[in-house]
């Protein structure tokens, strides 16, 4: 029987209500470098998202008696004085859920791979309360980087907020693109943030993750340089929802910010463009606020919440290696320590060029493997008296036999710490060389041997100590034979480099 489309729509045309419907509207006064100001919409909330008649999107970021201060989120080209502005009543939300893994999109998880668009699980706004002080637990679980200088000098936790700062293209980025290289056989979701970075920088990371790491647990949210203010402005804050879905699910997260310093500079552009009162440098008042803010939500929950937890690497750029400037400040102020880049070492060829004098964890030990803190021993006061040493040898004089040894030491010691980007070792590697360094193994050895011994360790510890790395997955401890047998493979590796002599 063919339907009756006449009573359909008659029986639908009843339901509705006719009469006159207030739709709150705006105008726009001016408009220009990706800033609005709008007249008009006097019930507008702060970060409330509005729409503009040409169908582009942005934020009221300043709400005043007379005018709204809109961010906005898409070109701005079409956009004219005189336009119409309408509310939505919806602060700026971004899809979350698994259906990201594996994405490239921007802010607003729109994608940036080609490969579709993305069906979230749920949308989350870009802005949530920390976990409070009772919903949190104590960081105590490692982070492994497979960074060598850092799991054993500064060890990071679950749930800790690190800041990595140096001076421009000096390894920060790729410090912290290795940390989430190692998370591959981890059970922990990588989030990287790009913030105001070239195209080509974000690629290069991109392509890392893709060849060297587990993309398919990564996600990856761009605003790049040439992308609009009010975008690169929310990128860090969506980030932050995305990998809080999977925090609050009891799972760990790990997310990268590079760089805040970026954020704060577009934090100023927009204060300035909204005629906000500036202060130190012309950042407005609130720039710590936004920045503390962003880094209290890092956290690790405690059981009644699921247990989960999110671990922050902020990354901030130095001018010359001032370590005082503002932004810098600021954000060593908020973190939980700082792993601070020297130029000057980079350029020596000591990658990563950890400045371990400066650099600190607040959480420390704590957090570091136990079988590996024993293992390193008195290892960072070792190195720090090399360096000191070094400085004053360098001025002449015959050191005595105990100096003349901790100078051999240190030397071996920053050889080892030397590290390839994108080689990420495993806990039993860096157990293993510092077993070796402590028991002097390594001392005999020409520093240029140091190298390939480190090199060639993965290897010998898969092929002659299996069962040490057996006994270290399933207790995370080391045996006082273990130790002996393991002892022993390393000298034999040492002793078969030995005998390829090299300067010293």
């Known amino acids: 029987m063919p339907r009756d489309w006449a009573s359909s729509a008659r029986g639908a045309l009843e339901g509705v209500t006719l009469g006159p419907r207030a739709e709150p509207r705006g105008r726009v006064e001016e408009i220009g470098d990706g800033v609005a100001m709008i007249s008009g919409l006097r019930d507008v909330r702060l970060d409330e998202v509005l729409r503009f008649a040409g169908g582009q999107t942005g934020f009221a970021r300043v709400l005043d008696p007379d005018r709204i201060g809109c961010v906005l989120l898409d070109c701005t ?11 939505t009543g919806e602060v700026v939300n971004v899809p979350v859920g698994e259906s990201l893994l594996g994405r490239i999109v921007d802010p607003l998880g729109r994608p940036l791979d080609g490969k579709g668009p993305v069906l979230a699980q749920a949308h989350l706004p870009i802005d949530r309360p ?18 060598v200088v850092v799991d054993t000098l500064f060890a990071l936790g679950r ?21 989430l290289i190692a998370q591959a056989a981890s059970d922990m979701i990588c989030i990287y943030v790009a913030v105001g970075q070239k195209n080509s920088s974000v690629r290069r990371a991109i392509d890392a993750l893709q060849r060297h790491g587990n993309f398919a647990r990564c996600i990856v949210v761009v605003a790049g340089a040439s992308e609009a203010p009010g975008l690169q402005w929310i990128a860090p804050y969506a980030g ?6 999977f925090r609050d699910k009891g799972q760990h997260a790990l997310i990268v910010f590079d760089d805040l310093s970026k954020h704060a500079a577009t934090h100023r552009e927009i204060a300035l463009l909204t005629r906000q ?10 720039v710590f606020y936004i920045h503390a803010r962003l880094l209290e939500r890092a956290s690790k929950l405690s059981k009644d919440r699921g247990g989960g937890s999110l671990t922050a690497l902020p990354i901030a750029e130095t001018v010359a290696g001032n370590l005082s400037a503002y932004i810098p400040t600021n954000l060593i102020s908020i973190t939980d320590g700082q792993i601070v880049l020297d130029a000057a070492l980079f350029h020596q060829g000591q990658k990563p060029a950890v400045d371990v004098g400066l ?12 079988v590996l803190r024993k293992a390193a021993g008195t290892l960072r006061l070792d190195y720090a008296q090399f360096l000191e040493l070094e400085v004053f040898t360098r001025f002449g004089g015959m050191p005595d036999g105990r100096v003349r040894d901790q100078l051999t030491r240190g030397a071996r010691i920053r050889e080892a710490l030397r590290q390839g980007q994108h080689v990420p070792f495993r806990l039993a590697d860096e157990v293993a060389l510092m077993l070796a360094l402590q028991a002097g193994l ?3 050895l020409p520093v240029g041997a140091v190298t390939a011994f480190r090199a060639a360790l ?17 207790t995370g401890t080391l045996e006082d034979k273990a130790r002996t047998d393991l002892l022993a493979v390393l000298a034999t590796l040492a002793k078969s480099l030995g005998d390829t002599k090299t300067p010293a």
Do not use: C, N
């Open 77 to 87: 080209a079409k956009v004219e004085a005189g336009d119409a502005v309408f509310g």
């Open 130 to 147: 920390a976990p409070s002080i009772i919903e949190r637990d104590l960081v105590t679980e490692p982070v492994q980087t497979g960074v």
């Open 159 to 179: 749930g800790q907020r690190e800041l990595i700062v140096g001076d421009h293209s000096t390894g920060k980025t790729t410090l912290a693109v290795d940390t």
């Open 240 to 245: 932050m929802s995305m990998a809080e879905y």
């Open 277 to 286: 009162s500036p202060g130190r440098e012309a950042y407005p008042g609130d």
């Open 359 to 370: 650099s600190v964890s607040r959480v420390g030990g704590k957090t570091q493997a136990p």
């Open 442 to 444: 390594l001392d005999e």
């Open 458 to 474: 993965p290897e010998a510890l898969d092929r002659d100590a299996a069962d040490f790395l057996t006994g270290l997955t399933d």
